[in-house]
Every structure is written in structure tokens, then in C-alpha cells.
T-cell receptor, first 113, second 109 residues
Framework: DAGVTQSPTHLIKTRGQQVTLRCSPK?????VSWYQQALGQGPQFIFQ???????QRGNFPDRFSGHQFPNYSSELNVNALLLGDSALYLC????????????FGEGSRLTVL | SQQGEEDPQALSIQEGENATMNCSYK?????LQWYRQNSGRGLVHLIL?????REKHSGRLRVTLDTSKKSSSLLITASRAADTASYFC?????????FGAGTTVTVRA
């Protein structure tokens, strides 16, 4: 049973560019949450997707957007990249009807130059 | 902003010793969770304690929760080198987690 998978694992972009990160949830899970973790900090909630809709959102600008597909996989898009967007982006999946433990992927390390 | 705050920020112990870290939070919660992260990798769930529970055990882990003081503690007994990691508490409200900045634990052989 595959856990949460994320791609790519590492990527380097320059300021102003756009990036798309991908996440496949654990088998059977229907909810995907995205977190940003800056170096030395705890993860910060970006947004959550359920039934292909953004269910709730953290304190992140509109440059951060996402999507959930019918197979429950999800994408995180960041436009107009800033140096401060450099971070580890973590995807977590869960089952909305049994809310509790989140299953995290290994993350996508984004470096903005 | 982060809901929880862990204390201490860093902890270094000898193998076999116990490690204790604390978490304080600000608002009321449904439950509180602890996660482990090894060197910039994904987070692994350790334990969830509900707001009506006071103590919970899982293997070498013991978690307490004091809702009147808005605090929780994680105790790792008989630590091993493999316990070297960052530990985060996360408060759970409205289907999203708010994490603290974490405690970095180093277990020396």
C-alpha cells in the first residue's frame, strides 16, 4: 500500500517564475492538505482540498493556488515566486470521515534564487 | 502564526536517558497531536490525545494534556540513537493542524 507520494523531490526556480508541485494521497484517503515549512520552523497550513474543492485556507496570498482531481491527487501552484517561498512543501492526506492522524509525504524542497 | 510553542528548542541526551519536551498553546482544541520529523523529511504521526483525555501511552511514548493550562508534554523513555529527530506538537481545530516550531532532540551514543 503506497503512502503519500510527492513530486518533484527537489527543484530550483528563479524569482518571478511559476512552480507546480504534485501529490498522490494514501490509498483510500479523500482529503489533501498542503503545508509550507521554512527552514527551522514548523509546518504552516496553506490549504485543504476535499471533493475537488478548496475546503479551507491558511494565511497565504492568492499566488498560492491548488487543485484536486477526481482520483483525489492534488497540485499546488505558486506564481510569481519570491525568495521567501523557498521551503519544504509537504502534502498530507487523510479521510475526512475519520479525521485525526495525517499521513505526510516526504515533501518537495523548493529553492528560489 | 503558530498555535503551539515547544520547549526546549533543543535537547541533547545520552542513549538510555529519558527525553521530555513541552508544548503550550493558546486557544481551545479538539485534540492535540505529536509528530516526528527526521532531518528535513516528511512528518510521522506519533500520538493523538483528545481534549477529554489526560494521559496516553504508545510504546516508549507518554503524552499528557492539561487543558486548563493549555499545555502538553511528550516523554520518550529509554531513548535510542534512532530517536534523534525534531518533534512537533500540533493543535487540531476545524480539520487543520497548527504546528509549533518544534524541539530538536539529539541522542548521543
Amino acid at each position: 500500500d503506497a503512502g503519500v507520494t510527492q513530486s518533484p523531490t527537489h527543484l530550483i526556480k528563479t524569482r518571478g517564475q511559476q512552480v507546480t508541485l504534485r501529490c498522490s494521497p494514501k490509498s483510500g484517503h479523500d482529503t489533501v492538505s498542503w503545508y509550507q515549512q521554512a527552514l527551522g520552523q514548523g509546518p504552516q497550513f496553506i490549504f485543504q482540498y476535499y471533493e475537488e474543492e478548496e475546503r479551507q485556507r491558511g494565511n497565504f496570498p492568492d499566488r498560492f493556488s491548488g487543485h484536486q482531481f477526481p482520483n483525489y491527487s492534488s497540485e499546488l501552484n505558486v506564481n510569481a515566486l519570491l525568495l521567501g517561498d523557498s521551503a519544504l512543501y509537504l502534502c498530507a492526506s487523510s479521510l475526512i470521515s475519520e479525521w485525526g492522524e495525517l499521513f505526510f509525504g516526504e515533501g518537495s524542497r523548493l529553492t528560489v534564487l | 502564526s503558530q498555535q503551539g510553542e515547544e520547549d526546549p528548542q533543543a535537547l541533547s541526551i545520552q542513549e538510555g536517558e529519558n527525553a521530555t519536551m513541552n508544548c503550550s498553546y493558546k486557544t481551545s482544541i479538539n485534540n492535540l497531536q505529536w509528530y516526528r520529523q527526521n532531518s528535513g523529511r516528511g512528518l510521522v504521526h506519533l500520538i493523538l490525545i483528545r481534549s477529554n483525555e489526560r494521559e496516553k501511552h504508545s510504546g516508549r511514548l507518554r503524552v499528557t494534556l492539561d487543558t486548563s493550562k493549555k499545555s502538553s508534554s511528550l516523554l520518550i523513555t529509554a531513548s535510542r540513537a534512532a530517536d534523534t529527530a525534531s518533534y512537533f506538537c500540533a493543535t487540531d481545530g476545524d480539520y487543520k493542524l497548527s504546528f509549533g516550531a518544534g524541539t530538536t532532540v539529539t541522542v548521543r551514543a
